[in-house]
């Protein structure tokens, strides 16, 4: 490939962007060749040009005003740029949709976080996938930035975060904490408002996880232990069973009868926490680690659970918690890791609490239930991609059930490896609209991603494609989600 | 929080029909670990409703037993307690303490639970503690007709015992709690 560069044209006028990679090379080339034949500048001999570019889906920033002149052409060596429509190419695709948008900057969704970047004039290296390139960096310092001011600005904080957030330096947990509405803005009340929490989550813990036995025993108060010295023999006295409470009391609201209720629940929460993510040594295997992690997110399920009889624990719960128990326990920062369990058990109250409808059963037909919304992603699609639409619904068949129900209430931990879920959580978290939203938007872009295929296929196929979604570029695919979002106000 | 049941002396079918519907209401599987029984139950079909009631089941044998495999004694741990199991009917005199402070130093237990007095009694002595949970459908026994239903359930946590006694007083369901504590240091032989 030509090192096809805009080094000529230092300040060119806006409405010089090429639109298509075939504009580009038409109007540069000529000049370009007749540069490269006259010499070869030595920024070209560098090695950084030896790296293969990225694969897994970087936005190269095409810029019109560079303050660098070096790399931005190399940048488009690789990527074709196409006119931005709703993209129709499965995401295996090597289509890199750019679209410009009113302001200065050029922002790429991009959560991948790699080579995008926001108002900095950073070049996008090829950088490895694995190396943090400069974006990433000043993505990290942007939300660092953001993070130590003395009053958080949220929606600025939103801004940056639905970009993606870095993997490193804790900033993730922190984030998410701020989104949740567990952390104050106010930076100076974080401590206060931790400890507060903290101790809370301790006093139910303490409360609601004592078996009857204990609580029998706190209710007496009575000094028992001389009893035995007193007397070395004769007949024990018996007392008073205080409240009627004795182990096989059938009573309501006797705390043995309820104890042997809340057994069943526990043990269903027990088995569901010893299968969550079987493949991360994090959760699961032999370690002391993991048995440590799964007994926290067990506390946790059964405290919620005895908090809200309303809903309890239904299967589906610890999925949820697991990502954010995950990103609190990883934590560099040592207090915060190990007040992990206390922070995730308030974190998944609230986010929990915009799709509690979806775990109650006798909500399932209402208006706010899992049906409702599943109905509603329907309509979405429909308003988007009536011919996929219709293909899928009523050509063939396949009712949104059987696939997006397990998307909605598991919030897309399942459909993805554990990085990407994280990634897209990042989104669903900051978006202003509200996760519910925001999710819908990504189902819907899900679908459209693969259109192609779901075309092309009957009801085994397609039904088998969305129940085993395949993996694909993230950046790509919430890119498509927030298109969806600006073009439904169209 | 272990729960076990000490129970004995149904004497069915020859004495009593049933257990009282009061106790068999409260009798459900899945709240007890262990079923402790002194005896004289008498047919196979007790023993496969305990077995319901919780798979781990310890019987000696009563004089009236029709399964004459039950054994004597039987000793076992529960937590920090090790428990005997005596029908009673060997101890003369029967129902006499000292001499079941006999046979619980000779089992080496640090409760002795024993019956054939129909009674139920909870005795403390140097040896330990000594349990009789009396008997379930207030069969009459070899003493007298006036016996109360009765029966046990002990609830063992680390080193301490709290004892649920049930008892059937004028049809309805009494139930007292003894306190015990087991000293640290090892029982006096």
């Known amino acids: ?490 | 929080m272990v729960l076990v049941l000490a129970i004995g002396d149904l004497h069915i079918p020859h004495r009593a029909p049933d257990l009282p519907p009061k106790f068999k209401s409260m009798l459900v599987p899945g709240k007890i670990q262990h079923i402790i029984c002194t005896g004289n139950l008498c047919i196979k079909e007790v023993h496969d409703y305990f077995k319901t009631l919780c798979p781990d089941l310890h019987i000696t044998r009563g004089e009236y037993d029709e399964d004459s495999h039950y054994p004597e004694n039987k000793t076992l741990t529960i937590g920090q307690f090790k428990l005997g199991i005596c029908h009673g009917h060997q101890v003369i005199p029967w129902g006499d303490l000292d001499s079941l402070a006999m046979v619980q130093r000779q089992l080496d237990v640090d409760i002795l639970v024993t019956g054939h007095t129909h009674q139920f009694k909870a005795y403390k002595h140097e040896g330990g503690v000594v349990i009789n949970p009396g008997s379930a459908t207030g069969a009459f026994s070899s003493f007298t007709y006036d016996v109360n239903p009765s029966f046990v359930l002990m609830d063992i946590d680390g080193l301490r015992v709290v004892v649920y006694v049930y008892e059937l007083i004028d049809g309805e369901v009494k139930v007292d709690k003894i306190d015990f504590k087991k000293t640290a240091t090892a029982s006096a032989h």
């Open chain 1, 1 to 490: 490939m030509g090192f096809l560069v805009l080094r000529e044209k230092k300040n060119p006028s806006p409405i010089s962007v090429p639109q298509t990679f075939v504009d580009f090379i038409g109007s540069n080339l000529d000049s370009n060749l007749a540069m490269a034949k006259e010499r070869i500048p030595d920024w070209l001999n560098s090695s950084l040009w030896s790296t293969t570019p990225s694969v897994d889906g970087r936005l190269h920033r095409f810029s019109l005003s560079p303050t660098t002149t070096t790399t931005t052409a190399a940048a488009a060596v690789s990527e074709p740029i196409v006119q931005p429509t709703v993209p129709v190419s499965p995401p295996a695709a090597a289509s890199r949709p750019q679209y410009t948008v009113t302001s200065q900057k050029y922002e790429f969704r991009d959560p991948i976080d790699k080579n995008s970047n926001n108002n900095s004039n950073d070049n996008d290296q090829n950088a490895s996938p694995s190396g943090v390139s400069p974006d990433d960096i000043s993505r990290q310092a942007q939300l660092l930035a953001e993070l130590s001011k003395k009053v958080v600005n949220f929606r600025e904080l939103r801004r940056i975060a639905s970009q993606g957030i870095p993997d490193g330096a804790g900033i993730r947990s922190t984030v998410w904490k701020l989104l949740l509405g567990y952390l104050p803005p106010d930076r100076l009340q974080w401590s206060s408002e931790l400890a507060k929490k903290r101790s809370e989550y301790k006093q139910f813990k303490e409360e609601l996880l004592m078996n009857p036995t204990e609580i029998t025993r706190k209710l007496e108060k009575s000094a028992v232990d001389d009893h035995s010295k007193s007397e070395s023999s004769g007949l024990l006295s018996r007392s008073q069973v205080t409240h009627g409470e004795h182990p096989l009391s059938l009573g309501e609201s006797s705390i043995w009868n309820q104890f042997f209720q809340d057994t069943e629940i526990i043990e269903q929460i027990d088995r569901d926490v010893k299968r969550t993510h079987p493949d991360m040594h994090f959760f699961s295997g032999d370690l002391p680690l993991a048995k440590s992690n799964q007994d926290a997110l067990k506390d946790i399920l059964i405290v919620f659970a005895k908090l809200n009889p309303g809903i309890r624990y239904v299967q589906g719960m610890n999925e949820i918690l697991a990502p954010l128990f995950y990103v609190f326990r990883n934590d560099p920062d040592e207090e915060m890791a190990a007040a992990a369990e206390a922070d995730s058990f308030f974190c998944f109250v609230e986010l929990l609490s915009g799709f509690r409808d979806h775990f109650c059963k006798q909500l399932d037909n209402s208006t706010v239930g899992i049906r409702s919304t599943i109905s509603r992603l329907s309509q979405f699609l429909k308003e988007h991609d009536e011919e996929l639409w219709r293909h899928l619904e009523i050509t063939t068949k396949v009712n949104p059930q059987f696939y997006a129900f397990r998307w909605i209430t598991l919030l897309l931990t399942q459909e993805f490896n554990f990085a990407d879920s994280l990634h897209i959580w990042d989104t669903l978290l900051s978006d202003p609209e509200g996760p519910l939203e925001t999710l819908l938007r990504v189902c819907c872009a899900m679908l459209i991603l693969v259109r192609r295929r779901l075309l092309a296929g009957d009801f085994t196929s397609n039904l088998k494609l969305l129940q085993n979604y395949p993996s694909s570029n993230i950046s790509h695919l919430l890119y498509v989600a927030n298109k969806l979002r600006s073009q439904a106000s169209n």
